[in-house]
């Protein structure tokens, strides 16, 4: 390691100096290193004569690849002393997609190289999923998964093994293309035991690990890049998920780092969407896992997590990262996606007495500036302890004392709050407890004071974590939370004993550069420190603001389904599939890229083969309710869709519960689409656009609205507080709404050049719409020719005179951003809507007194009236984005 860590200190002595800045402007930052740069570290024994013309130019893009992504030399010079403390190999494991190989090479390549130039070697793992699924593809062979895990019979081994070579090759090119050494590990690391060999056929579990041929890759100056292929005792090849030979591979290297480069590049709060910046598990998981968000995909990931951190020592971490973001995270204190660690618990105490150790309180204290530069630091500590004990104060620490702050409450109201002490070790700058403190601090008081001095090296933290700051000599005075501004802070100031007239400019020497008392903020919502992750009632402190847009309208939008939503595959099990809905329920399904469907039942097509269906070989089956309750039991569907008629689902329901489902947040959920539950306030009522989508998401049993009821709702929705009576509906349908059991209703010979009214008074749809608007309204439905679509024309009396363009507003602003829901001037036509995923609202014909209004709607009821909305419902309770698989057109 020495060579290589002197030539990364050769570059940081480099960033140190005066720049010519017209030089460094003339180098593109932003870009990766092109594959065709000549790249070279001094004193490298294997470097070619040509590269090494080529230093000058080398040596400049690592460093402008630092300036770029680093806050300050401090950052640098902790990190880079952090990551070579160790063997090399102990570094970091980085796991690499299949995906980013395929689409962020070169991103890839340059972010590893960065890491070579510097003296790091990181171990690469990558798997290869996405190239595999083409490649199978291409050989006929169809992919079978069982669990979530890929079955392996021979042939697919076969295109597997070469598809990892070829993939292996790419990375270990594209990285020599750049100089530096890397070196291919195909075999001979992990050694594994067949999985189930009956079940799973070629797929491994890892219990061993040799790291015998990393340490010589590493040795010889090359970057180790594994591919995730284990062996059998024997020598027989197979096959193993990639994040589990990451994980194996992390517990015996003990590595301080494991990075999984993310397409998403982060966790992202299911609520709020927000990123996560970090989770210190010991502290966090306990409140984390009762979020209703925290399931599926995100639960397992974090639990897998949480299970390798344990067996690792508690100075390791885990990076979830966008492949451009390695260095960021890698480097700074901010980090750039998710930080996973174990963390300590952080506590508060009000007293002395509630240290249990008061010398490891002394030691800790004695760090601090002031009491080591005094003649006796420890009697220094112990005066100051004893006034501490006649003053109010409140002390937050983590548990080994990483980080210790003492906070005085203010004399009375109004005033700030001081922070006296704030001690800080190495190891808590580098494992952020000292943001995770100070958001502490933050949380309880809202205003808030300090001192450091000029010559703090963290004294760019300190100006990132206040509002304002002015310099009084060597020190300078922060301060956050005066809702007066400068006034307020500089008449408290002169309360102080200061004279802010005569104050100088702060001159960082970190950073160098002049500042004058910095501006306040002029924010509404509390600001992000760092990697803080705060209660969920006062919001986290998340590094990206992803509340209301300005200028949001919709108090119901789309969720942003973050970066972080399931890609988990979930099976489906549809009790009703001969009707018109369930034949749209199974081509959805069919072109959903991760639900599938693991039984259909019809008692009528009982063992007929399932026709538009192409993921698998599924015949129809006629499942009784000991059928579903022992299906339940077994843990065979992930999501139950009952398309039945009205009163009769309810048997199978209570199979599903007793079974099991249905019960707790994560278990199976249950999607019915008969009206059967709709007025069961222990079921959630499923219409995303009105109805909280969070509400959804965390449902497990989903009442999914009626047709004309769903249309009906959405036109009259936005009006509500200003309807004056009772509005009234008059709905046409095609005659697939009168189902496939014969009937007049959907008799064409009787429906030609015909219009057949029905239900006319107290239709279900009428006391539907009435109970979720909490409007009484009149519904007269009628079926004509057509096949498939819907029509309204809804005639609402008005509070007050309103215009059309004022209406027509108003259904714009309500419905921004929503997918499904398209607001047009003219009226819609069921022509074009029949075989559309929306609905379309127009029309907005406002009477010539201004107090009546008739708004037409149009809605396919075989899909957004039913299958649609059903599939928007699924998926925002398993966890998917909700338009996942939904044609948006």
């Not at 590269?51 to 460093?63: A, H, I, M, P, Q």
């Not at 992919?143 to 993939?167: N, S």
């Not at 200028?551 to 099976?571: C, M, S, V, Y």
Request: glycine share 8%; aromatic share 8%; hydrophobic share 40%.
């Amino acid at each position: 390691m020495a060579l290589p860590t002197k030539a990364a200190r050769a570059a940081l002595r480099l960033v140190r100096r005066p720049l010519n800045v017209t030089r460094v402007n003339s180098i593109n930052v932003a870009r990766p290193l092109a594959a065709s740069a000549h790249v070279a570290l001094q004193r490298r024994n294997y470097t070619s004569p040509a590269s090494l013309k080529n230093n000058s130019l080398e040596t400049r893009n690592t460093v402008v690849q630092l300036l770029s992504n680093i806050g300050s030399k401090r950052e640098v010079e902790q990190y880079l002393s952090h990551f070579t403390s160790v063997q090399s190999q102990q570094f970091a494991v980085i796991k690499v997609g299949g995906a980013i190989i395929t689409e962020k090479l070169p991103a890839l390549a340059s972010a590893l190289a960065f890491l070579n130039h510097v003296g790091l070697y990181p171990v690469v793992v990558h798997g290869a999923g996405p190239q595999l699924n083409k490649m199978l593809e291409a050989a006929g062979v169809e992919p079978e998964y069982e669990g979530g895990i890929r079955i392996t019979d021979a042939k697919t081994l076969a295109v597997a093994r070469q598809c990892f070579l070829d993939e292996n090759l790419k990375l270990v090119e594209a990285l020599e293309a750049l100089g530096v050494r890397a070196r291919p590990i195909h075999s001979g690391v992990f050694t594994a035991d067949y999985l189930d060999k009956d079940k799973y056929k070629f797929v491994g579990k890892i219990n061993s690990v040799d790291k015998r041929p990393i340490e010589a890759a590493i040795a010889a100056g090359c970057l180790p890049i594994l591919t995730s292929l284990a062996e059998t005792p024997s020598g027989q090849t197979l096959n193993v998920n990639a994040d589990i030979a990451a994980g194996e591979l992390a517990r015996s290297l003990q590595p301080l780092k494991i990075v999984y480069l993310s397409e998403k590049g982060a966790l992202f709060n299911g609520e709020t969407n927000e990123k996560i910046s970090s989770i210190n598990l010991d502290e966090e998981y306990e409140e984390l896992s009762k979020q209703w968000w925290f399931r599926y995909g995100t639960r397992l990931k974090i639990n897998e997590i949480k299970d390798l951190l344990g067996d690792l020592p508690r100075t390791s971490s885990v990076a979830i990262i966008a492949t451009e973001d390695l260095q960021r995270e890698l480097f700074t204190d901010t980090g750039a996606g998710t930080l996973i660690r174990r963390g300590n618990k952080l506590t508060a105490k009000s007293s002395i007495s509630e240290f249990e150790d008061i010398a490891k309180l002394t030691a800790a204290l004695q760090r601090d500036l002031t009491f080591a530069s005094a003649e006796s630091p420890k009697a220094a500590v112990e005066q100051f302890l004893q006034k501490l004990e006649s003053s109010p104060f409140k002390a937050y620490a983590d548990e080994p004392l990483d980080a210790l702050a003492i906070v005085h409450p203010p004399a009375q109201g109004g005033q700030p709050a001081f922070l006296s002490k704030f001690v800080v070790t190495k190891h808590g700058w580098l494992s952020n407890v000292a943001d995770n403190v100070f958001s502490n601090i933050k949380r309880e008081f809202p205003k808030l004071a300090w001192v450091a001095n000029t010559s703090d090296e963290n004294l760019t933290w300190f100006f990132d974590k206040a509002d304002g700051s002015v310099t009084a000599g060597q020190n300078v005075i922060f301060w956050y939370g005066f809702e007066g501004g400068l006034e307020e802070a500089a008449a408290w100031l002169k309360s102080q004993g200061y004279n802010t007239a005569a104050q100088s400019p702060v001159s960082s020497p970190v950073t160098g550069v002049k500042q004058q008392v910095r501006a306040f903020s002029t924010m509404t919502r509390p600001r992000a420190f760092g990697r803080g992750y705060l209660p969920r009632h006062q919001g986290r402190a998340y590094s990206t603001d992803a509340g209301a847009l300005p200028g949001d309208t919709n108090p119901n939008p789309p969720l942003r389904r973050n970066k972080d939503a399931n890609f988990q595959p979930k099976k489906v099990a549809l009790v009703g599939a001969r009707g018109y809905t369930g034949q749209a329920l199974i081509s959805l399904i069919n072109k959903h890229p991760y639900l599938s469907l693991s039984h259909v039942s019809s008692r009528e097509l009982a063992g007929q083969r399932l026709q538009g269906y192409d993921k698998a070989d599924i015949h129809y089956s006629n499942l009784n309710v000991e059928d579903i309750k022992k299906m339940q039991e077994n843990g065979e569907v992930d999501a139950w869709i009952m398309a039945l008629p009205n009163g009769v689902c309810k048997p199978f329901v209570d199979a599903v519960v007793s079974g099991g489902g249905a019960k707790e947040p994560g278990s199976s959920i249950i999607v019915d689409l008969s009206a059967d539950y709709r007025f069961d306030d222990s079921w959630t009522y499923g219409l995303p656009e009105l109805i909280k989508r969070e509400k959804i998401a965390e449902a497990t049993r989903i009442a999914n609205p009626g047709c004309y009821a769903t249309a009906a709702q959405l036109a009259i929705s936005p009006l509500l507080d200003n309807i004056a009576g009772s509005p009234t509906i008059f709905g046409v349908s095609g005659y697939s709404g009168a189902g496939t059991k014969p009937s007049p209703k959907n008799d064409v010979e009787n429906l030609t050049d015909n219009l057949v009214a029905y239900s006319l008074t107290d239709h279900i749809h009428e006391r539907e719409i009435s109970r979720q608007l909490g409007v009484d309204v009149g519904f007269m439905p009628h079926v004509a020719v057509w096949f498939q679509g819907i029509h309204h024309t809804v005639n609402i009396p008005l509070k007050k005179e309103m215009t059309s363009r004022e209406i027509r507003n108003l259904f714009q602003d309500r419905y921004a951003g929503e997918k499904l829901v398209k607001v047009v001037g003219e009226a819609p036509s069921v022509k074009k809507i029949s075989g559309k995923h929306g609905v379309e609202i127009g029309a907005f014909a406002v009477h010539s007194s201004g107090k009546r209004v008739v708004i037409c709607a149009t809605i396919d009821n075989l899909l957004k009236g039913a299958a649609t909305q059903c599939l928007q419902n699924m998926n925002l309770a398993l966890g998917y984005d909700e338009f996942e698989g939904i044609p948006l057109d």
